[in-house]
């Protein structure tokens, strides 16, 4: 074989040396593509917050941003859109995924309408009428004022709240299935005290009467029939009147005087209540029912002791003394 021949082959051998490295190196290349591709097409998208998010606050699209994750937490969100609007129920920190659980409230606090509040009532063994009782019922609660010698003259019996929709039964929740079991039957104790624990809806404004009446009466709930629509009247009888009373607006002058102060519901309840205005509406208008201390001296205190004034008891301290009066 001539030189140039040995050359030549030389040039070949060396040439397909080096395609043979550069199509190792581009099958490299080829197959880390497909690697890093696959995994993009594997990760899923997750709407995360940009920033905190304050709970209560209405959720805006600049709070959001969309990120991929290799795994989707539960509860998770695709699209921005189906996020906007709500209000979370808890902080959102930033930069964390937003799941449905941010506004998931309790399960008594979903079926509490606007304008309304959940009640506890305590009830005791006599009201025998709370085993029947369902969440979703619709009761009426009475309460019983028993005579004392201060604030109530006359054992009352009374309508406190009509028509009171019942959220829970013990652990039984409205719009839930039926959670007692075989074990819970059997726990005759536990079972009749859950009963006696019931959480009904009350708007505003009847909250301070209820919790009087609670406090300071024996409470009776009373079943009533799904379509019994009668309710009593207040305009008929006379309307108790709040504890506190709003700071009517001053008239400039030469100018008509200004309409009176429009008290809200959560006004009238901040306001407060009596307990005669709760035991009997209207019979405590006007009075003051805040009861100032009475006056101390610290030098002492005296009273005459008989009719003919001569002497005077006089309490220093704790010990009393009789003295002539001068």
Known sequence: MSGKTKILALLLLGLGMIFLVLAFLSGQNVKKSGDTLKNELERYPVVVSAKEIPFGQIITGDLLKVEKFAIAPAGSYKDINDVIGKKPVFN?????????????????????????????????????????????????????????????????????????????????????PETATKDDNDKNGQRRQNQRAMMVEVAVPDVNALAIAQSQGELFVVLRGPDDEEIPDPSKYPLAE?????????????????????????????????????????????????????????TGTARPVDDSGSAVEVIRGGETTREKAR
């Open 242 to 298: 709040n504890v506190l009373k709003p700071i009517q607006p001053k008239a400039e002058k030469g100018q008509p005087a200004p309409p009176p102060v429009e008290l809200t519901n959560s006004d009238k309840a901040y306001a407060g209540l009596s307990l005669s205005n709760t035991v009997l509406p209207g019979s405590g208008n006007g009075k003051n029912n805040v009861k100032k201390p009475a006056a101390t001296n610290n």
């Open 92 to 176: 959102i920190g930033p930069g964390l995924p937003v799941t449905a659980q941010y506004f998931e409230s309790g399960a008594v606090a979903a079926e509490v309408r606007d304008g309304f509040r959940a009640f506890a009532l305590r009830l005791d063994e006599n009201n025998v009428a709370t085993g029947k009782i369902k969440p979703g019922d619709f009761v009426d609660v009475f309460s019983i004022f028993r005579a004392n010698n201060q604030d109530v003259e006359q054992t009352v019996s009374r309508l406190i709240l009509p028509k009171l929709r019942v959220l829970s039964v013990g652990q039984q929740l409205v719009n839930a």
